[in-house]
């Protein structure tokens, strides 16, 4: 297994590629990274995570995974833990947990997947359900697992108390649901926060997608529930946005000191938000991510200049 050092040499070799300052170079070999509590049990997460979605999932599905290895192997020995996936994000589950095996950092990663075998317009078979639960415990190789949420609100009165139980039992420590679409369907989100005893949710936020902010991220302080933060990048969308633009010097105050640290930053710097998940299948991409947790985050102001600086961008495509 690469060691710290190994990839801080190598990420300094490869400066064409990403560039991180000495300054953050030295914190992550000394793991600074930000954490945040988790608000039921005040457990501290680092603040920067890893998804396992697009790139990620698309490279699970091949012969070659060794970037994966790499990008796992990132994440852990410069301070990140947790690790966002779902059966539903292809082969990333198997996958990740074989490596996470082979490298000998299972019991290092904070675990975060999902169930839902609810069809549309059907409702979920509970067999199934524990089935694919099952499944995500053989594919980790653990018998503990750290969050467990139902994915996008999938048949709740049937899955979650599923998995309601397999935490009262010990087996899972958090449970939760997701939603990533926007607009609407957020009541449906916002109602499961007050029905359910929820540890975490999960949300798609960024900086051109700031609409959780409005309801769903001040009902998630009000309750005690955690937050994961997915797609901070909107996908493509801000990279296309942004084009070849250097981040405006002002960003550099705050510690953004590439365009993936500017959007982790931001997502990051609401209070509701425990930890932010960008997915990514680039080692080099993973350390660029992880300086996001370094440093502080911007304030109020700095926030709504952020905002105002990416709304007066050309939109995506």
Not at 208 to 236: H, K, M, S
Not at 267 to 280: D, F, I, S
Request: with cysteine; aromatic share 8%.
């Amino acid at each position: 297994m690469l060691t710290r050092r190994d990839w801080l040499r190598t990420t300094a070799a490869a400066g064409a590629a990403v560039t991180l300052s000495p300054d953050i170079l030295r914190a992550l070999e000394r793991q600074e990274m930000m954490t945040r509590a988790i608000p039921s049990t005040g457990e501290q997460v680092p603040i920067v995570g890893l998804g396992s979605s697009a790139t990620f999932q698309r490279v699970a599905r091949g012969d070659d995974v060794t970037q994966l290895r790499n990008v796992l192997s990132a994440l852990v020995e410069n301070g990140g833990t947790v690790f966002d996936t779902a059966p539903s994000y292809g082969t990333s589950e198997e996958v990740a947990g074989r490596l996470a095996g082979e490298l000998g950092i299972t019991d290092r990663i904070f675990w975060a997947t999902k169930v839902n075998v609810a069809r549309r317009g059907g409702g979920a078979d509970p067999a199934a359900a524990r089935t694919q639960i099952e499944n995500s415990f053989e594919y980790f190789g653990v018998d503990e697992m750290e969050l467990m949420q139902v994915h996008n609100l999938g048949d709740l009165p049937v899955q979650m108390p599923i998995i309601q139980e397999l935490k009262a039992e010990g087996r899972i420590r958090y449970i939760g649901t997701t939603l990533t679409p926007r607009g609407p369907q957020y009541q449906g989100l916002m109602q499961a926060m007050r029905d359910y005893p929820l540890d975490f949710i999960g949300v798609d936020y960024a900086v051109d997608n700031t609409d959780a902010a409005d309801e769903v991220l001040p009902l998630a302080q009000e309750r005690g529930i955690g937050v994961l933060v997915y797609v901070p990048f909107g996908r493509t969308r801000l990279w296309n946005r942004v084009g070849d633009r250097e981040v405006p010097d002002w960003a550099r105050e705050f510690g953004a000191n590439s365009w993936a640290q500017f959007f982790i930053k931001f997502a990051a710097a609401h209070p509701a938000v425990t930890c932010v998940t960008p997915a990514t299948s680039n080692p080099e991409h993973m350390l660029d991510n992880l300086g996001a947790g370094l440093g502080r985050m911007p304030n109020e102001e700095e926030q709504q200049r952020m905002v105002e600086y990416v709304d007066a961008l050309p939109s995506a495509g």
